[in-house]
Each structure stands twice: as structure tokens, then as C-alpha cells.
């Protein structure tokens, strides 16, 4: 009765308070719920591609979002994820339980070179020659087709598990632990320093940061992340192809995190979320289903002209205000912050944050 | 063996400088990462053809015609879609992209999925040292040539192209002595795409016009800016001539890995940063924000 | 996203309401429908579709059933999870009986699972690759469902390519007076030629031929002047092209434009198609390739398929139009067992012997197409001044001479 009484107080005063975590509760209750009001095959394999492309997108905002390395050629970590995986457990008959983390663990160690490489470029310069990269890698992969299976990839993977309902589970789950995980990071110390080096790095590294450590171990995070998307979603399609390098995907990745926001963890998951089944919900209607790529650009380039800080970040300053005193938030409906007391609406004009 | 490659090459650099040189100039003067840059190259394509071959009009006419109106709907585009969205580098960078695939699906559903060829403008060979050139591909050099010299000529010798690399410089000092900034950055539009139309409308009869071509030439014309230096035009001149040359000797010394040349263009792009993270001619910015 | 969720209840209550008094047959046509192949798989079917339900639909022991399509666009070109997306939408959503189509190998192969894990029969018309058919004698009770009506194997398309060759060769040889003909290879990099470039390097000494060298260009390539040149310089007679994309267009149009002595033959998926002459900007002459349809009697069928097909379509058939003849499959299978549920389809589209419009259809083990020349392996065309000419089987009525350039 005591935690009973106790969990229903956190809810209130944690939850309840503010409209953006009543959301974010109510989004993880319908991820819970989804497989058993609503089993549907076909349902839950769109929303367990969205997943695996929430934890790509997210993993895309740690590295361009929060620490200003704004990769192009983000595929490449997702791609080295499927390969590295599929790879395994084709030749080496791993399960496919043990090949999914090699291959994250392949994408962090690739993730790492590309950091070295990429060090000394800043700004366009590193956005442009990461857009190489996986450029790069397919033309190797299309050199040696008898181990990379060349153009059509390697195919016939085992599955993490062969029901829908498992495949969602695992992948839904793996987008819950991944996200959370990526945003404590991004609020921790760490992402401070991040936010810190991307703002100015030469003023981080004259505070005695040691910025060269923490932009490679933000590549390899990143890295790592997108590699367990890349690798689930090779054992999901059972296919880890070409595709998964494609230029389309890192741009996909780029639209995903500044659509819904970035330097935000949540907004690219949100954007994900939004577009992916949208995209997928065209497809739908005979007449439409071939200009959705049309009607996707479209939405994306008229949303950007109204919220060009990101659709996610708008909805949060329209719902909620960040108290001028003490940065907490605070619903919109308030007038006085709920943990310091300050007026929010008075002689300050509501802190905008930096874009 | 020679002969061929040195033609082969001056082509493909001739293609790839008219890319490159409008796209560092964008950049440098708006800070503007244009990915729907080959996308404008792709519409003069497609625009030609339909003048050229549904509109049955003369070949001078429309190739004009063709530049005239991409350049004008360039800058239609940025008025409408990058000016108000300016100050925010993210918003502009996708901006871009969704224009690039709007254009794309656009085609596709006006002119179809397939790919079309445009005729000939001028027929006939002319031999050269046992090789035989098509005039069309001579064509290519001399129009890349002139529209190269018309450039630096604008940028060097008129007012407008003082006020140009003044603002490419240093832009606010740019301002305060006077100049429009924007109008400036309008203008540099206008010039940047007006090349990339022009290189549209030379290589339609050569190449094959589909709603896709803008996606290769995207890839190697960034790694051309980038190894010559963002926002240098003289950097961006001497990438095009080495990743032409590159792509032309890698065809000709390894024929069995003729589809690997996109790579190697790129892998020597990544060495040139290494060495040189600024690239061959950029301009060191240390604390560029 | 809520208005998503709304719209799939809507449907769901819709098919709930449907779904126990079936009258029809619902098979679901699955391309890249804003690209040429996706159009042919659905005009094919459109076609027969119109036929059986004009004649009076399908007799299901006794019950007639009227054919009903689902155009499923896959946008497999451009993104392989669409692709299976759609496939998944078509079985659990559309409620699809059987699945038809596909055409990028990637893409087919990862639909071919979803077809699999839902058990429902899925007749492949456009991938050739031999990995799919593999599947089935690997592990015939999960893929025994897949079947593939068009095309032939890889493997089985180059046996058909150097049967043609050697057909092309005997020409010269009488021609030229040339006792060892020189042949260029030209293919294209992609995963299709990768097993098939050896085989031809192997093959073509055996067959008294010269090999003048090997060149592989991109598949997207929008130049092949280097490859030309060497080529020129080589002195090849012949041409050797194993090409599927916009590169076989500007092989055909630049050959033309240099005026080349040699003959291309081979794989050329762009010059199959109708809009290649216009393409190449009518440079593309003498350019040969393997082909499906054309006003042949390959099949008593062919001709009058082709010629309904133009006069409705305003143009000619495609190699995916073989959905045409993947519905009267189904009919007949349906017709003489009387039922549609998968397992019993199966062992008699096995032993099936089929006259369509494309082929004399038999599968086996496999469930690929039975190869034989006159009967499986298709015919050739080459371009001639603006039209194609079919040349092989000579044996077939209808065929033209093959003609060579100088």
C-alpha cells in the first residue's frame, strides 16, 4: 500500500506536472499495450521498423545534435551493424542473439576510425566527407562479392525469434532502453561537455577538456547505437543489403533528427514516429501510394518553413515555458514556476533556448 | 590509350567544374550547403527535353529558354523557401534535400519513371590522333571553358563580383560598407544554379536524362568542393580536373573495375582531408560558428 | 498518426464485413508500379483479369469466382523495407489469396520471407536470380510455396545467351570469313553478372571465340566513351553485353555514334524496352538482346497476347507482363483442384504443364522454369531501323534474319 501510495505520488508530482511527460508516458503505456490490443502482422512490423529507425535517428542526434558533428554519412554505422551481424552469423553460424551486440561492437570500433578520421575537419568539411564514407564501403563490399554477397547482400538470416508479437518486443524494447539510455547520457555531465564543444570547442579545450576524448567516445556511442538498429533490423528482415549504406538512408537519418529536433534525444524518436508510419499509411491508397515520397518532402519542407527549430521543440515551447529563475519547466497553464516560485510570465520575457 | 584518357578526363572535368564551381560559390557567399544543387542540373535537363523534343523548338532557343527558367525558378525558391528559414543552418540543410526529392518525384511523375534521350544538337566526329571525338562532347569542353572564363570574368572584373567575394569574405564587414548582403546572396544564387543549368543542358544529348541523374554527380561534385576547399573557386577547379582525371585513368588502367571509380574518387577525397583538413585551397577558418 | 490509427479501423471493420461470403479471387500484384516493370506486372494481370471475369471468372468446384486484383506498389527500387511492408500489408490487410510480381532481387528475396512465414503461394515475375529458386530445395516446406513464372534462372538466361551467340557467330564467320570471331565483354558491375562474367570467360574459347577483354562499368553509368574506345581498339567483332540499367541505353547510343563495327548482343534490359529507339535518339541500331514477347508463334498464345496487349497499352509487353500468364495458372490449378487453400496447390502446379503467352510452363524441383530452347528460353530482337526485329528461334514463324552492321 506504502509503494502503491508512493508510486501514485511520483506519478503526480514527477508525471502529471508537465504535459511533455504526460506524452512521453502515454507513448511508452501504447508501445506496451500495442501487441495486445491490436495484433495485427501487419501493424506491428511497421511499428517495429519504426523503432529500429527511432533508436538510428536518436543515435544520429547524440553525435549531430549535442555534439555538433553534424555526419552525413550516418548509414555507415547502421550499415556495419547489419553487415558485421549478418556476416557472423552466416559463416560462423552464431545465434543470432550473440551477433546482433558483435556487431554493434563492430559498428563502435568503426564508429571510433571514423571519429580519428574526422577529427580535424569541423563544420560542412566533416559533414561532407562522412556523406563518403559508406559511399566508400559499398564500392569495397562490391569488390568482393563472394563475402559480402556484392549487390544483393547477405540473405536467409536467422531471426531473433519468428512471431510478430516477439519481433515487436525486441525491437520495442530495444528502442525504450536504447533511447533512455542515449538521453541520461545527453543530459549527464557528459552531454554538457558535448553541448560545450559543439558550441565552442576551442573554449571547451582552453576549460581543460580533453575534447579530442569525448568527440571520440560520442562517435563510438553513436556508432554503437546505430550499429544495434542496423544489426536488429537485418535479423528483423532477414536481409543486411546495400540499402543499408545508401546516401537516402543518412539523409533519411539527417530529416528524421532536424524535423523533429535536435539536440533533443526525443525529437528525432517523435519524428520517427510520426513520419515513418505516415509515409508507410500512404502507401495505403492506390493513387497516393506512388507520390508519397512527394507528400513526405512536401510535409517535411512546409513543417520546417513554420517550425524551423524542429516540430518537437515548437510543440514544447507551445505547452510548456522554462521558469526564467531557475530553468526548471513548468506547463504552459502555469504563472509561477512549481519549484522556485518566480513569476513566468511577469518582467521576464521566457528564456528561449539557444537553437 | 593516352589520347583517350586526356579527352575522357577534360570532359568529365569540364561537367564537374560548371557543378562544383556554382556550389562552392553558394557556399561561400550564403553559407548554404545546397544539396539540391544537381537537382537544379536534372530539372535543365529534363526542361530541355521538353522544349527540344515535345515543344519541337530550335535547339539555340531552348537550350536558353531552358537556363533562363531554372535559374529564375532557383531563385523563386530560395525567396519562398531558404530565405525565411535562413539564420537556422539545420532547417536550411534539409530544406534543400526535400527540395531536391520534390523535384525528383516531380519528374517522375510528369515524365515517367524511364529514362529519355535527347537527340544529337550536332551530329558528326572529328579525328584526333586516331581517336575519333563527337563534336556533341567537343561541345562540352568549349561550353564549360567559356562559361568558366565568363565567371571568373563577373567574380574579377565587375562590381558585382567585387561585392560577391567581399561577402564570401567577410560579411559583416561587407554589410557595414554598404553593400545589399542579400541581394548579394540572390545574386550568387542566380550565377550558381545558371552553371549547373547550363551543365544540365550540355549533357543532356550525351547522357541519359532520368529523374536520378542528379544523385551521382551529387556525390562526386561534393567530394570535388570539398578536396579543392569549401567556397575556393580555384580549389574547386583543380578538384574537378583531378577527380575527372582520376575517374578517367581508373576506366582506362583497371577496365574489370571501371564501377570502382566513384569510390576511389572519394577515398582520395578522404586522403587530401587528412593531410589537408581544409582541403587543397580552403580558407582555414578556425572558429567559423 | 491518429488519423492512421482511424483509417486502418475503418478498413478492418470494412473487411470484417466482407471477408465470410468470398466471391472472388483476390491476388495482389506486387512492383515498382511508377517504374516500367511494376507497369507491365499490373497491365499483364489487368489483362487477364479482364478476360476470366469477362468469360465468367473462375469455376471453384462449381462456384464461380470472380478475379480480383490489388495493385501493391513496392517501391522496391528505392527502398527494400517498403518493399516488405508492402508485401506484409498486401497478405494481412488486403487479405490477399495470392501474391505475384517482384523485380529487384534484394527486395524479392526478403519479400519471398514474408510470403513464406504467412504460407501463401507467391508466383515471382521478374527476379532471375538463382537463389530464390534454391530456397525451395534447400528447405522445400517452408519456400514451397514460392514459384517463379518468369524469367528463367540466371544460370538458364546465359545458357539461353550463348545458344543465341553462337547462332550471331556462325554469321560472322560466313560473313567476315573470319574463322575466330573477337568478342568484347561488356557488363555490367551488379550482383546478377558477377556469377555469370567467369562462366562467359570460360564458355566463349570453347566456343571458337576470341575473348578481346572484359570491361565492367556501373550499371548507372552516363558515359562509356573510355570503354567504347578500348573496345574499338581491341578489334572486337562482337559485342558481349550483360547489362539491366540506364548504362545498356547509353552503350547502345554511343556505339551508334561512333559508328562501331562491332555487333552488340547479349543482355540488354533497356533495349527491350519500347522506348529504347527514342532513348538512344535512334542511334541504337543493330543493338540485340534477349527478349520475352513479340508477334511470334513461340506459343500459340504469343501472338494474340501481344497484339490485345499493344492495342490496349499502346505498347509492347515486358518481361514482367508474364503476370498474365501467372493468372491463368492459378485458374487452371484452381479449376482442376477445386479448392485455393495453398497446401493443395502446390503439388499440382508441380506437375503442371502450361501453354501461356510467354513459355510452355513446367517447374521443377525448384520450382523454376524448365529450361528449353523454343519453349522457356524466350526469343532475341535486335533494333533495326527503329523497330525490333525477333531473329531467334529461326525455326519459329514469324522471325526475321539477323543483320550486322557495315
Redo the contacts between chains.
Sequence with gaps: MYLLRRAWANLKNEILVLPSRVLVALWVLGLALLPVVWP????L??VT?TCLFAIFAASWDLLAGFAGQ?SFGHALNFGTGAYASALLAQNLGLSPWITVWVGALVALVIGLATGW?CL??????L???T???P??V???L??F?NFS?????I??LRRLT?SPVGNYAIAAIAMLVSVFAMWLIADSKFGLVLHAIR????AARASGINTTRYKLAVFMLSALFAGVSGAL?SHF???A???TLE??LS?QA??WG??GG?ATIYGPVAAV??LY??T??L??F?RL??????I???T??VI??FM??GMVSWVRDKIESVCPRCKARNGAWRRECRLCGAGLHGAFAPARRA? | MLQDILITGLINSGVYALLAIGFSLI?GVARI?N?AHTAFYMLAAYCFYALLVTAKLDVLVAGILAIVAITALSLLCYKI?IE??R??Q??V???T???A??F???MQ?GFGGHYLGIPSTIGGAFTIGGMSIPWQRVLIIVVAAAMLAATWWLLYRTRLGLAIRATANDREAATLMGMNADRVAMASVAISVALAAVAGVVVAPVFVVDPRMW?APL?TM??I??LGG?GSLKGSLIGALTIGYVEAITVFAVPA?A??K???A??I??VV??VR???LY?VAF???? | ?L??LL??MA??SALATTAHAQSSIKIAILGP??FVQGENHWAGAEMARDEINRAGGINMGGRRLTVELV?V?T?EL?????A???I??A???DRADFLMGGFR??AV??MQ?VAM??KKIFLGAGAS?T?LGA?VEANYDRYKYWFRISPTKDTDLIRTVFTILGSVAAQIRTDLKKEVPKVAILAE????T?GLVPAVQKTLPAMKLEIAGLWQPSDRATDVTAELSAIERSGADIVFTLLSGPVGIVVGRQMGERNMKAVAFGINVEAQKDEFWSATAGKGQFVSTLDTFAEVELTPKMTPFVRAFKERFKKSPAYNAATYDGIYILKEAIEKTGTMNADQLVPFLEKMDFVGAAFYTTFDKRHDLVWAPGKTAGIAVQWQDGKKVPFWPPQIKGMQPFRMPR
Design positions: 495485427d502482422p501487419y501493424i512490423r511497421i521498423m553534424v578520421l580535424r575537419l569541423r563544420g560542412s568539411y559533414s561532407l566527407a556523406l563518403a564514407l559511399i566508400i559499398i564500392g569495397v562490391f569488390a562479392p554477397g556484392g549487390e544483393l547482400g540473405s536467409g519468428t558550441d565552442d570547442e576551442v533490423y528482415l532477414r536481409v543489403g546495400p540499402s546516401v537516402a539523409f539527417v530529416i532536424i524535423f535536435a514516429f510520426l508510419p505516415f508507410e499509411w502507401g495505403n492506390e501510394s506512388e507520390l508519397r515520397l512527394l513526405f518532402a512536401v517535411v519542407l520546417l518553413l524551423p527549430r537553437p | 557556399f550547403v544539396i523557401i525565411p528559414v539564420e537556422h539545420a532547417a540543410l534539409i530544406a534535400i526535400a527540395l526529392t520534390i525528383q518525384e516531380l511523375v544523385l556525390v561534393l567530394a568542393v570539398v569549401l573495375g564501377y570502382l566513384g569510390a576511389i572519394l577515398s577525397m578522404i582531408l587528412l583538413p581544409e582541403g580552403g578556425e572558429e567559423e560558428r | 498518426m488519423r492512421t483509417s486502418v478498413v478492418l508500379m511508377a495493385k506498389d517501391n528505392q527502398s527494400v523495407p517498403d516488405t511492408n508492402a506484409e500489408r497478405i494481412t490487410r532481387s534484394e528475396l526478403a520471407e512465414d504467412n536470380l537463389k530456397n558491375k551488379a550482383a546478377w558477377e
